[in-house]
C-alpha cells in the first residue's frame, strides 16, 4: 500500500499561505509495511503528477500566446493602416495588376503583329528583287529586240539601194495605159 504526501509544498508554505497553481511541487512515496522495502525505512523519490506536469506545459504555451499576442498588436499599431485603409491598398493594387496584364497582353499583340509584318516586309523585298531582275531583263530584251528592228531596217535599206538601182524606170504616159 502507498501514501503519497505533498511534503514540497508542505516546506514552502507556511501557515496560512496557499501555494501556487503554476509551481510543481514534488511528492514523496512513502512505503508501508507491507511493502518489499525493510520495515520502518522510507524512500523520498520525487515524482512528477503527468496532470501537474500537463498544467506546467499548459502555462508556459499560455505565456507563449500572450508574448505573442502583444507583439502582434504592436505591430498591428505600429503600421498605422485600418482595414479599410488596407482594403483602398488592396483594391489599388489589383487594379494595378489589372492594367499590366493587359499591357502585357498588348505587348504580346504587338510582338506577333511585328514579326508578322517583318514577315512582310522580308516577301515583299523578295518579290521587289525578282521584278528588279525581270525589268532589268526587259529592258535587254527590248534593247536587243531595237537593235534587230534597226539592223533589219538598214539590212532592208541596202537591199532596196541595191535592188532599185537596176529597175528600169519607165516613163509612161497616163494616157496609155487605157
Known sequence: ????????????????????????????????????????????????????????????????????????????????????????RLQELRNELMTIRQSAANALQIQAERDHLHESVVRLERELETVKRAKVSLEADSRQSWFLVGAGVMLGGIVLGLILPHLSWRKRSSWDTF
Open 1 to 88: 500500500m502507498s501514501l503519497w504526501c505533498d511534503a514540497g509544498r508542505a516546506a514552502q508554505s507556511g501557515p496560512g499561505t496557499a501555494p501556487t497553481p503554476w509551481e510543481p511541487a514534488p511528492f514523496i512515496q512513502l512505503a508501508a509495511a507491507d511493502s518489499h522495502k525493510p520495515a520502518g525505512k522510507t524512500t523520498a523519490r520525487p515524482k512528477v503528477d503527468p496532470r501537474q506536469q500537463r498544467i506546467n506545459e499548459l502555462t508556459e504555451e499560455n505565456r507563449s500566446l500572450k508574448t505573442q499576442i502583444s507583439a502582434l498588436s504592436v505591430n498591428r499599431g505600429s503600421s498605422g493602416e485600418s482595414i479599410p485603409e488596407l482594403e483602398a
